[in-house]
């Protein structure tokens, strides 16, 4: 079956059933409509998160190039078949930018983009904080922060045993770096050479209230990662060229993990949100919905 482009994808399909002779999606998308794809992204997130009148922009929006740039470029997935044994693991451990999954998810074509316009309603497939009981694609139920790297390193472990050769890529934001679990498992998937893993940290130097820096200091933050044994890359989160080369590069890192530490902007590509804390959990109202909306003309 020949493989959809770019162009064709999400939009009005549903994909409720699983099939398969589901397709491989296609990941030929350039990098000029992976970032036309990005901007479409924002306007998702600033619609649904506006419409739901409640929901995470901030930390949505800081990781879009990261996600298109996984689903569009780099990940083995079958939107049609969500569950397919050989897909590559996406786990979103910083749960509450679910926002930027599900428009990931829905411009995929893993169910239809009109369905975005429910989050966080009742009943809906599209909640808060991410369901893997009841989302298509979506690997893991997060939300409560910390415990996404050892969902992950769970996840590698398993491929390894079965001998399978999917690949697993955890995102995680920097405050969550706060939580001792990380660190758990950051040691752990060293431990086990674990090179089937990939960590993103969507860097914005921000979390729920304020700069890292005032709240918990993560520095030396690179520092860190090597002394627990991880292969380090730094790249600027909002260029997609780099971060392809960044997730090329960890591939070939044989015997221990790798991090990608992703130097971002908090509420990215709306000025009125960029690195301002207080949209970290507040929707926009209708005027700076329009605002917003403008800006990501
Ligand atoms: C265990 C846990 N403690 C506290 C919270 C509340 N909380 C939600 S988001 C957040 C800040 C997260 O910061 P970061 O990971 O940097 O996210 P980003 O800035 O990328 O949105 C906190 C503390 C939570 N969800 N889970």
């Not at 398969?20 to 901007?39: D, G, I, Q």
């Not at 930390?59 to 939107?79: C, D, N, W």
């Not at 451990?93 to 983009?113: D, I, M, N, Q, R």
Request: proline letters at 4%; one cysteine or more; charged letters at 20%.
């Amino acid at each position: 079956m020949a493989k959809k482009s770019l162009a064709e994808t999400g939009g009005s399909k549903s994909t409720s059933a699983t099939s398969a002779e589901a397709e491989v999606f296609s990941l030929s998308a350039s990098v000029a409509e992976m970032e036309a794809m990005a901007k479409k992204l924002r306007r998702h997130i600033v619609t649904m998160v506006g419409k739901a009148g409640s929901g995470h922009p901030g930390g949505s929006l800081s990781a879009v190039e990261i996600v298109t740039a996984l689903y569009f470029k780099l990940m083995r997935h079958k939107p049609l078949d969500p569950q397919w044994p050989d897909r590559d693991r996406f786990i979103l451990s910083k749960g509450h930018a679910a926002p930027l999954l599900y428009a990931t998810l829905a411009e995929c074509g893993y169910f239809p983009v009109e369905e975005l316009l429910t989050l966080r309603q009742m009943d809906s497939r599209l909640q808060g904080h991410t369901d893997r009981t009841i989302t298509p694609g979506v690997e893991m139920s997060s939300g409560s922060l910390g415990q996404g790297l050892s969902f992950a390193l769970g996840a590698a472990l398993a491929g390894r045993i079965d001998g399978q050769d999917y690949h697993v890529y955890v995102l995680l934001g920097d405050g969550e770096c706060n939580e001792g679990q990380v660190w758990e498992a950051a040691m752990a998937t060293a431990h086990y050479n674990v090179d089937n893993l990939t960590a993103i940290v969507d860097n914005n130097g921000q979390q729920i209230d304020g700069w890292n820096c005032d709240v918990m200091s993560l520095d030396p933050f690179a520092g860190k990662w090597q002394a627990f044994g991880w292969k380090v890359i730094e790249v600027d989160g909002h260029s997609i060229p780099q971060l392809i080369d960044a997730f090329k590069e960890a591939q070939k890192v044989k015997g221990q993990p790798t991090v990608i530490i992703a130097h971002t902007v908090k509420g990215k590509g709306v000025s009125f949100m960029e690195n301002n804390p207080d949209f970290h959990g507040k929707a926009p109202n209708a005027i700076e919905i329009e605002l917003a909306l403008k800006e990501l003309e």
